[in-house]
C-alpha cells in the first residue's frame, strides 16, 4: 500500500526498523552499543536534536542515568528501577542528583537471590565473613558498570567483604553473562559451586529452581542491611515461598524489578507525548520481560513488575491521562 508517509519519515521509520532487525537477528557479532541520533542538518539550525540511547555498558547499565541526567541522550532504558530512584537522589553510584523523569516503565518482576550450599552451613552473610570462607562463586561480569555486579558488590560490603576478598581467602569468583548461562547451570548441576548471587530469578525451572532442587539455599538480608540499601534506593521485598516452594519461609531481599524508559526534565511535552503514542501503536511488537503482552495501564501506574520511582514527565502523564490509562 503507498505509505502517505513523507521521504523524511520513510527514511527514518526504514532506518529504524533496520536497525533493530539487524541487531536482533546478529547480535552475536555486533557491537552492543547503539546510539540513535536526529541531528538538525544544514537547514535546521533551530530544529532540536533528538538522541536515544540502547544497550551497551553505557546506554544499559550503571552509566545510562548518568548519560540521560547530563542530555548527552535524551531517552533510555534502566533496569532496574531502583537504579532511577538512586540517579535521581543522588546516593550510592551517583555522584549528585540527576534530573531525571520516567516516561514509563515496562513490566519484569525480579529480586536479588543471594544462594549458598547447605554443606557450608550458611545461615547468614556475615557467616562468610566472620569466617572467610573460600566460595566458589558465581555471579555476573565485573568492569563493564553491570547493574547487577554493582548491586552484589554493595551488598557484600555492607557485610564487611567484597569478591576480592573471597579471592584472597582462596575462593574463586566464576562471572557470567547472564543469569541462566550455561556454565552457571553445569556448575549447579555438578555441585562445584559454593555459591551463586545473582538475578533473573523469575524463569520457571531457572537458576535459582535449579539451585533449590540441588542442594543449596536462599541467604536472607538481616533487616538493618536493607534499611541502609533503601536509603540508596532499592526497595524491600521478599523472594515468597508461595513462589519458590523450597522455601521454608519468604526470605527477605531487595526488587530488582522494572525497565524504566527514563528522560530527563528539559525533553519537550511534545516528544514525551508522542513517545508514549508510539508506544501504544506498537505495543504488538515491543517485547517484554513478562509472560503478559505488553499494558498500556501498567507503565504508568507503579505496579510490582512496573515500578515508577520517580515523577512522570508531564508529557507523558498527559498522554496517559487523556486516554484513560491514569486518572
Known amino acids: 500500500m503507498m505509505t502517505e508517509l513523507a521521504p523524511p519519515q520513510i527514511r527514518a521509520t526504514t532506518g529504524l526498523e533496520l536497525a533493530a532487525g539487524v541487531y536482533a537477528r546478529c547480535s552475536s557479532g ?14 535546521g539550525p533551530q530544529q532540536a536534536e533528538f538522541r536515544i540511547g540502547i544497550n551497551g555498558d553505557v546506554y544499559g547499565g550503571m552509566q545510562a ?52 550450599s547447605r554443606d557450608l552451613g550458611v545461615k547468614s552473610l556475615r557467616d562468610v565473613a566472620r569466617r572467610k570462607i573460600p566460595l566458589q562463586v558465581s555471579t555476573r561480569f565485573s568492569g563493564v558498570n553491570n547493574a547487577t555486579y554493582y548491586t552484589i558488590s554493595a551488598i557484600l560490603a555492607l557485610y564487611g567483604f567484597s569478591f576480592e576478598k573471597i579471592k584472597r581467602w582462596g575462593g ?58 533503601e536509603r540508596m534506593g532499592y526497595s524491600r521485598t521478599v523472594l515468597p515461598k508461595s513462589r519458590y516452594a523450597p522455601l521454608k519461609e519468604d526470605a527477605l531481599t531487595i526488587d530488582f524489578s522494572g525497565w524504566s524508559l527514563v528522560t530527563h526534565k528539559w525533553l519537550p511535552a511534545n516528544v514525551a507525548y508522542a513517545a508514549i503514542q508510539t508506544i501504544e501503536e506498537r505495543q504488538r511488537v515491543i517485547p517484554v520481560d513478562d509472560d503478559e503482552p505488553l499494558n498500556m495501564r501498567d507503565l504508568c501506574r507503579s505496579t510490582e513488575k512496573c515500578p515508577l520511582r520517580i515523577p512522570l514527565h508531564p508529557g507523558a502523564a498527559k498522554y496517559y491521562k487523556e486516554n484513560g490509562y491514569r486518572s
Open 65 to 116: 542515568a548518568i548519560e540521560v541526567g547530563t542530555r548527552r541522550i535524551d531517552i533510555a532504558y534502566v533496569n532496574p528501577s531502583a537504579l532511577v530512584a538512586m540517579a535521581y537522589r543522588g546516593q550510592g553510584y551517583y555522584r549528585k542528583k540527576m534530573p531525571l523523569r520516567v516516561l514509563g516503565c515496562f513490566p519484569s518482576w525480579d529480586r536479588i537471590a543471594l544462594v549458598v
Open 172 to 229: 574463586h569468583v566464576q562471572e557470567c553473562g547472564r543469569p541462566f548461562s550455561p556454565e552457571r547451570l553445569k556448575s549447579i548441576a555438578k555441585h562445584s559451586i559454593d555459591a551463586v548471587f545473582d538475578e533473573g530469578v523469575s524463569t520457571a525451572g531457572g537458576w535459582l529452581d535449579q539451585a533449590l532442587d540441588n542442594g543449596y539455599e536462599v541467604i536472607p538480608l538481616e533487616p538493618e542491611i536493607v534499611r541502609k540499601l
Open 30 to 43: 555486533l557491537a552492543s552499543q547503539l546510539c540513535l541520533s536526529l541531528t538538525s542538518g544544514r537547514r
